[in-house]
């Protein structure tokens, strides 16, 4: 009897991955192709309408620092030169990080 239940044993361990392994791994893969596929791209949108505003506030706070108001010529020059310093701060963060600064 003894015998027996060894080989049972012996059979039962041969590299078969239990199932309760094989539930685990479906639902964490399952977990994360939900977090990569519906929930990441949510939130980057979210993220980019957050920014969009910030950058906007700046602007207003900033161009209406020196007298010009919302929707007017001067303000919408100030805004497109704001970006303009914004993008070549971001070019110089890029060059440092890359290590040509």
Not at 74 to 89: D, P, T, V
């Amino acid at each position: 009897m003894a015998k027996a239940d060894t080989t049972s044993l012996a059979r039962n361990s041969g590299g078969a991955i239990p199932f309760g392994y094989m539930t685990l791994i479906a639902v964490l893969t399952a977990c994360g192709l939900y977090a990569a596929f519906i929930v990441a791209p949510e939130e980057r949108a979210v993220a980019q309408q957050q920014l969009a505003q910030e950058i906007a506030d700046e602007n207003r706070a900033f161009c209406e620092t020196f007298g010009m108001r919302g929707r007017t010529d001067e303000f919408r020059a100030c805004s497109e030169q704001l970006a303009i310093i914004r993008h070549k701060q971001a070019d110089r963060d890029r060059a440092a990080e890359a290590g040509i600064l």
